[in-house]
């Protein structure tokens, strides 16, 4: 979470939440942290390319429907936009064995983005509401509300098995 509030900090907030459902397009358990990472690469190559630093965060996870997949919050600054929007699909492709399936890209701007500095309370509750979920983790104050209680004894949180890395987040430089 720091990272995510960091980025927001520098005048980089995350404003693009992806999922990649890489078990559903083909992708094995075993390679889904390489392609997730290959993703990665080819979103900060387009970025440098635009003349821009892309902060992001990923978590993977595995799952009934999607198998392991991964989300993704990431920053796009508004002039590119338009932009990028066609290169989650294209870039899934490119690391797919055998073409897109349909669904594999999921994504969407985070609520309030648009205008983070005149409500940035409502640019906030959107991003935690995507780290609660990357994290399948209630707020604290709400946990023992609702009943959450965890596994091992942590108090929040969910478990599932993960082949490779569970998580990894941009280095600042």
Known sequence: MRRSFQAWGAGQ????FITLAWGLGGIDADKSVWATGQFIDKARDWMRHHGHAMPWVWVQETGDTFGQHAHILLHV??????LFRPMPRRWAKAILPSGYVPKTVQFQRLAGVSAIEANPLRYEAALMGKLHYM???APAALESVLGL???GGKPWGQLTRVIGKRAGVWQRR
């Open 77 to 82: 600054p508004p002039e590119l936009n338009d």
């Open 149 to 151: 209680h965890g596994w």
């Open 135 to 137: 994290l399948k983790c």
């Open 13 to 16: 907030p995350l404003t693009r």
